[in-house]
Each structure stands twice: as C-alpha cells, then as structure tokens.
Nanobody
Framework: QVQLVESGGGLVQAGGSLRLSCAAS????????MGWYRQAPGKQRELVAA???????NYADSVKGRFTISRDNAKNTVYLQMNSLKPEDTAVYYC??????????WGQGTQVTVSS
C-alpha cells in the first residue's frame, strides 16, 4: 500500500507560479514512476508530467517549457513547479504512482485555479 498526499495548490493570477508537492508513504520502495495528472471540469483526466525512478521525464505539450517535474527519492516526494500559469491550467491536480508489478495509486487531488 502507498499513500500519496498532495499540497501546494491554490489561487494565482495568470503569469504566476505555484509548486505542488506529493509526499508518498507506505511501501515507497515499490514505487517506480510518479507523475501529475489534472482534470478540468467537464474534461477527461490528462497526464501533465511524469518522472521515472531513474529521473527520465516527459511532459504534455501544453506545459512544456513552463512546468518542471522533479523527484527527491530520499524524501519520497515528487514536485511540480508550474511557471507562467494560464487560466487553462485551472484544474484539480492529482499525484500518481506506478508500482513495480503494475499496481498504481492516486492522491486525493489539489485544486489549482488561475485567474485571468
């Protein structure tokens, strides 16, 4: 079992920045990749960024150059630094963990609202 707790969401003006954090606990030794997804009202949940256990990253085209995902394995924490935020980035952001063996877990989500 793995528990994921997100923090760092909030309200920010367009052009501003936020940093999301996701702290993992439990069987953290079994975590492979971690990532951030988001879901806006009326839309499907989509991948924002992911990072492998070795540090390889991938990003949605819509956030490339603005968002940076990073991982501190010693703290079992993954971060999402979001710069140059746009109103279309408004969504609930969810932390996700893929475990070796195929199981995955989700955090409870944190709201990010970008005002124009």
């Amino acid at each position: 079992q793995v528990q994921l707790v997100e923090s760092g969401g909030g309200l920010v003006q367009a052009g501003g920045s936020l940093r999301l954090s996701c702290a993992a606990s439990g069987s953290t030794f079994s975590i492979n990749a971690m990532g951030w997804y988001r879901q806006a009202p009326g839309k499907q949940r989509e991948l924002v960024a992911a990072i492998s256990s070795r540090g390889s990253t991938n990003y949605a085209d819509s956030v490339k150059g603005r968002f940076t995902i990073s991982r501190d394995n010693a703290k079992n924490t993954v971060y999402l630094q979001m710069n140059s935020l746009k109103p279309e980035d408004t969504a609930v952001y969810y932390c996700h963990a893929d475990l070796w063996g195929g199981t995955d877990y989700w955090g409870q989500g944190t709201q990010v609202t970008v005002s124009s």
